[in-house]
């Protein structure tokens, strides 16, 4: 049985930074604070954030369309065909 990756797990399990904390890491950031490690970590940690909103913003706006559609669908599905009418029960042929 094959190992499993949990790294997949844990990034789409791991809360985001919030808007007001990644203004204060980002503004601390431009401040001054120093040290090779915590920068990186930093940096990491915003590009992640700002990678995930990017994809919570896709995954919104294809719902969207995808709603669009099938409303769409649904709404041409309840009209006739060209060419059909109904029969003297009322129902299209």
Request: charged share 50%; net charge positive; aromatic share 10%.
């Given at each position: 049985m094959p190992a499993l990756d949990y790294s997949l797990f844990i990034r789409l399990c791991w809360d985001m930074l919030t808007d007001e904390q990644a203004k204060e890491i980002e503004d601390s950031r431009q401040a001054g604070m120093t040290g090779p490690v915590c920068a990186r970590w930093v940096d990491e940690l915003l590009e992640d954030r700002r990678q995930r909103i990017d994809r919570q913003e896709y995954?919104?706006?294809?719902?969207?369309?995808?709603?669009?559609y099938l409303e769409k669908l649904l709404n041409r599905a309840s009209e006739p065909l060209p060419g059909e009418r109904p029969n003297r029960s009322g129902k299209l042929r």
């Open positions: 995954v919104r706006k294809r719902l969207r369309d995808a709603f669009t």
